[in-house]
């Protein structure tokens, strides 16, 4: 999906480098051409299915997709939740593929839109266009052919000079890739997905370790709340004097998200747990006695601090939507506000000097998940996709945007984030 992203980014960027200024404008239009609808579970389901048909040849050099219109509009949906500003949707046909796309821009007196339509085409190297139209500007093969000759020689060969060839067949597109280094991916998500650790290894290390030392007094048959390890680790940073609090604050919240929370944040983040956390006390520790609750706010609380609190955001409203598949445990209101929580604890944690050492004073050797944990009574749970769309209709209705609000209330209400500034909480979802 990030390649997908990256590849249309590059174009647009490079057909804006070389036009003229009169010929931007003559792109700029006043409408959307495509209006991307909510996404449904059936587009994750759909979207899964395709990327799990084809991981396993993720380790070859060369490897072949196929994808039919629904996996391509699938993808799209999923692409659009997280980039907004984007919206895609594909028609196949028997020799060829019409993709058409609309790019929302800043308001302006001009045009709010760049709207635009391609056509792929069977090709033997390369992307190969037989039509693009941008706005009122419709550029022929030739055309295209030259554009392309010029990105070519530029910033443009890692991604589309890999693609070996393109062949329609069965109302589906064949694409075979000779697959980019390992070195140039990495290098490529981090520069667009902006995965960044904000602070030393070694301090988290010190941080993991202390949280390590913790857990070790503590008997792995008691249950406890994750509230003891966040009071015992605000107690531990309280009383250092190596670092500021935000220093302090980001190191603490990313060792609890490393020991409790998924595994694949440490390959994330390139850190290697020694220890490994202790099986039977991941099982033990909660929120609101429920360890999954614990996981979906720690793990949130991570991200946060390591992409973006919208793609957090993103993150576990997905999963909620994947889980009202009949292999899910149904879309979940309440793991939804365990997520927001995570997310608004973080920002709220390194937000400011003064809030980060309020934080601290508040939390350090407490027990009690009451201070930034919200009350999650009578919010719904394991509700199927046909029960979600009785009660909530879609994604962005009034009723479903009334639920988020409700959550973001609870939220706000705890004792933590008063009297001090709160921070924005990312709960606007799709409209």
């Not at 550029?139 to 554009?147: E, M, R, T």
Request: glycine residues 4%.
């Amino acid at each position: 999906m990030a390649t997908i992203r990256i590849i249309l980014f590059l174009c647009i960027q490079g057909i804006l480098v070389i036009l003229p200024a009169t010929c931007i404008l003559l792109m700029l239009q006043s409408q959307p051409l495509i209006i991307a609808a909510s996404i449904t579970a059936s587009d994750i389901d759909q979207a899964k299915h395709f990327i799990q048909h084809h991981q396993q040849q993720r380790q070859s050099k060369q490897f072949k997709v196929s994808a039919s219109e629904k996996d391509l509009n699938s993808l799209s949906a999923l692409l659009h939740q997280q980039y907004r500003l984007l919206a895609i949707e594909f028609k196949m046909h028997t020799n060829a593929l019409d993709v058409f796309f609309t790019i929302s821009l800043p308001k302006n007196a001009l045009g709010n839109y760049i709207n635009g339509h391609a056509v792929i085409l069977p090709s033997n190297q390369g992307l190969k266009f037989s039509h693009l139209k941008l706005g009122q500007l419709e550029f022929s093969s030739q055309w295209l052919a030259g554009i392309q000759n010029i990105l070519s020689e530029t910033w443009f060969p890692p991604i589309l000079q890999n693609i070996k060839r393109i062949a329609f067949q069965n109302q589906k597109i064949f694409v075979q890739y000779q697959a980019l280094k390992i070195d140039k991916i990495k290098k490529i998500l981090n520069k667009h997905l902006a995965i960044q650790v904000k602070v030393p290894i070694h301090v988290i290390n010190l941080y993991y370790q202390k949280l390590v030392a913790i857990v070790k007094r503590r008997p792995s048959y008691y249950p406890t709340s994750l509230s003891y390890f966040i009071g015992k680790l605000m107690h531990y940073s309280k009383n250092q004097s190596n670092y500021d609090a935000i220093t302090e604050n980001y190191a603490s919240i990313y060792a609890l998200a490393l020991y409790f929370g998924d595994r694949r944040l440490a390959k994330l983040m390139q850190f290697q747990r020694n220890p490994l956390p202790e099986r039977e006390m991941l099982k033990k520790t909660t929120l609101r006695k429920r360890q999954d609750l614990m996981q979906h706010f720690i793990i949130s609380a991570g991200l946060t601090l390591l992409i973006t609190p919208k793609l957090a955001d993103d993150i576990g409203f997905l999963k909620e939507l994947d889980d009202t598949n009949p292999s899910g445990s149904g879309f979940s209101f309440k793991d939804l506000a365990a997520d927001q929580a995570g997310i608004y604890f973080a920002k709220f944690a390194v937000s400011s000097e003064n809030n980060a050492q309020h934080m601290q004073q508040l939390l350090a050797n407490r027990q009690d998940e009451q201070l930034f944990f919200p009350d999650i009574t009578g919010l719904p749970e394991k509700l199927s996709t046909q029960e979600f769309n009785q009660n909530y209709q879609y994604i962005g209705s009034i009723k479903y945007l009334t639920m988020l609000e409700n959550i973001k209330r609870r939220i706000q209400r705890r004792t933590l984030y008063h009297p001090y500034p709160k921070p924005k909480a990312h709960l606007s979802l799709p409209k």
